[in-house]
Nanobody, 120 residues
Framework: VQLQASGGGLVQAGASLRLSCAAS????????AGWFRQAPGKEREFVAS????????YYADSVKGRFAISRVNAKNTVYLQMNSLKPEDTAVYYC??????????????WGQGTQVTVSS
């Protein structure tokens, strides 16, 4: 399966962005999907994940209440709606499939990443 992340950009603090992750080569419908991020000089960290049905979602404490993960299996696409962005959200955001859980090791396929930069 190939994952293509898009939607990143440069925004000011308080703005919103929606990231998309489109899958090809295999249906996502039976896999958990997750978003992770990696800031310069830091390790890649968990942001959010969603069950295959979309019925269960999980968030890192740092984004809870501001970010929302969703999926449309018919479109083989996962989204990350990011609201009230902060400078500390600046990172490369990666989508992945596999799971379940929040550990990077549980995810088998990764997209190429999309840069999100939040200015103060």
């Amino acid at each position: 399966v190939q994952l293509q992340a898009s939607g990143g950009g440069l925004v000011q603090a308080g703005a919103s962005l929606r990231l998309s992750c489109a899958a090809s080569g295999r249906a996502l419908s039976r896999s958990y999907a997750g978003w992770f991020r990696q800031a310069p000089g830091k390790e890649r960290e968990f942001v959010a994940s969603i069950s295959w049905s979309g019925g269960a979602t999980y968030y890192a404490d740092s984004v809870k209440g501001r970010f929302a993960i969703s999926r449309v299996n018919a479109k083989n696409t996962v989204y990350l709606q990011m609201n009230s962005l902060k400078p500390e959200d600046t990172a490369v955001y990666y989508c992945a499939t596999g799971g379940p859980g929040i550990s990077i090791r549980m995810y088998d396929y990764w997209g190429q990443g999309t840069q999100v930069t939040v200015s103060s």
